[in-house]
């Protein structure tokens, strides 16, 4: 039974160093394929980070663009306002605008300069201007929805005519304007617009009242243009909007070329770093030029009249200059805006009667030359059209005028 007792001690040693063997085992195994474990997810966590960096976005530049056409003086002389008046005793001007309401309705910013104020009471015509609201409406329906208001007519009615002006256009919701004001306060609350996250401002003023004071206390009335006023006003709006133009009532009236003033004027607002510089008041075209990275269009001539055109129809052809406005913003957050693509359309008033006087005309309607087919609207229309188009690349801008219809159709076929 010794012997047997032994056998069993031997087997017991035996079975525990197969247990002992078994453990290590186990053991091993374990650590084995914990440490592979791990590395293989090392290994994917390395290639899903790279995989990530593969795959990220790279940023692009956001770009924005808008564009803007900008004619020149909407001056209603009585014989215009006696056509469009109503048999109830209103107003109705659209039919003056048939032929240009397609066209303006394209743009985001459609501008115009009011030359004669919206002063209430009886309508009047030349010299102190009193000019139907109802031609405001029939403008904003066509499309225009920027207007300059500071020109040598807007004191012709006094104080209350101004006032009974700036009301019409203070309740008028998406029109930006500037030029008149009730008050201090409001002069300088100027309006500032936005499309297609562009933001743009207007700054209107003019170089005379044609001798009517403004009183001293209420200066607010009118911009009255200075070289300390403009600087004020364009330091106050430069940082807040992308495109800042500025609408100037200046120079010599019927003279094809700016003067001394004009020029000098122009040069100390590229200077401030205004974008566009559009001028009026000399009622017939001047060239369109580049100062720095300014835009200067001097004059764009009447928009509608009722003045005479001996010299050539001068005072009855104007212009709707265009010109594309993009925003670039790289993804460091730094802008930049780029104005090309000038262009636009040369207009004629057309009226019933011999354009040799200022009276017994009526029938007046604004007709693109790019709607002129033959001699129905303006006799010798295409000398016309290439001489007013020459003036206003006078100064070596490059403008793309829209052709005449006959040549248009000639460069589609070819």
Partial sequence: MARSKKKLKKKALYSILLFIIIIGGVLFSYNYFLKENKSNKNTTNINSSTSNNNNKEIKENEVYKINLIATGDALIHNAIFWEYETANGGYNFDGALDYIRDIVSKYDIAYYNQETPFAGGEPDGYPQFSTPSEFGDAMIKAGFNMVSLATNHTMDKGENGVLNFYNYFKNKKGIVYNGIADSNESRNNFIIGEKNNITYAMLSYTTSTNGINVPSSKDYLV?????????????????????????????????????????????????????????CHPHVLQPITQIDDTLVMYSLGNFISNQYGTDDYNKLVGFMATLDITKTVTPEGQTTINIDNLGGELIFTKYNGNPITTSNHDGHVVIPFSKMIDNRYLNDYKRIYEKYSEILKSMGTQINIVPLPEVRNEELEN
């Fill in 223 to 279: 911009n009255i243009y200075s070289n300390e006023q403009a600087k004020k006003d364009i330091e106050a709006l430069r940082d807040k909007v992308d495109v800042l133009i500025v609408a100037m009532h200046w120079g010599v009236e019927y003279a094809t070329n700016p003067n001394e003033s004009q020029i000098e004027i122009a040069n100390y607002l590229a200077d401030l770093d205004v974008d566009i510089i559009i001028g």
